[in-house]
């Protein structure tokens, strides 16, 4: 009895085993969060209405103006806008991309339009001294008698009939210029090569009085082309 009473004061007394102190284990540096996939949709949409086919200005698509001219609309507006050509008139902003920057002579009236029309110069398709009409085509038949079919007057006839119009200056293979007698306004054409073979024909109906006048020259436009591809493919 006296035993057991001993061991239970003994082991009431007894000090309690100290506790080793938890560890805790190093924090791994956080991964940044990624956007939800609804985010990353949205940014992608935005950069394609930035850069993609999405934009268009003066009736031409981005993916047109680079092949062309090596430069997209986006970076062309971002070109132009720190030469200051917002102050700048058409044709120095026109002259500019000639020069400076070597874009040729119916693009840069083109760029010059687009950006115009994009910083709110201008009303769509209206340029400094009226509207313009613009038609274009690629013919399987080379650039001679591309620039033939319109250089001769009784070539010219077969696709264009008696159109009022009186040639100004011809540069061989490459443009002429041309009054509209009938108004008067002014025509601009353009002859370049094109891959295959082709050559491509770019036609300009400038200083139009008003937007009925631009959307009758731009469909007369698009039928005589449509002549002149139909003849000169037909005889190849």
Do not use: C
């Not at 400076?100 to 083109?110: D, I, L, N, R």
């Not at 769509?124 to 009226?130: I, L, Q, V």
């Not at 274009?136 to 001769?152: E, F, I, K």
């Not at 009938?182 to 491509?200: E, I, L, Q, W």
């Amino acid at each position: 009895m006296a035993t057991t009473r001993k061991a239970a004061v003994k082991a009431a007394t007894r000090k309690p085993a100290a506790r080793k102190p938890a560890t805790r284990k190093a924090a791994s540096p956080k991964a940044p969060a990624r956007p939800p996939a609804r985010r990353k949709a949205a940014t992608a949409g935005m950069f394609e209405a930035a850069s993609g086919e999405v934009l268009r200005l003066a009736g031409v698509g981005t993916d047109a103006v680079a092949r062309a001219t090596g430069k997209a609309w986006d970076q062309w507006l971002a070109i132009l806008d720190r030469a200051g050509a917002a102050a700048m008139p058409h044709k120095a902003i026109a002259a500019l991309l000639a020069g400076k920057f070597g874009v040729p002579g119916w693009w840069s009236q083109m760029v010059t339009v687009g950006y115009e029309q994009a910083r709110g110069l201008r009303k769509p398709h209206e340029k400094a001294d009226g509207f313009a009409a613009s038609a274009s085509r690629t013919v399987a038949a080379g650039l001679d008698r591309l620039y033939g079919a319109w250089a001769d007057p009784k070539l010219r006839a077969l696709w264009l009939g008696d159109a009022p119009i009186q040639v100004r200056r011809a540069t061989d293979g490459k443009s002429l210029r041309i009054t509209w007698t009938a108004g008067p306004s002014n025509v601009d054409v353009y002859f370049s090569p094109a891959p295959g073979g082709k050559s491509r024909v770019q036609v300009e109906h400038g200083r139009l009085p008003d937007a009925r006048a631009r959307a009758a020259q731009k469909d007369y436009w698009a039928g005589a082309l449509e002549r002149l591809k139909a003849m000169l493919e037909k005889a190849a």
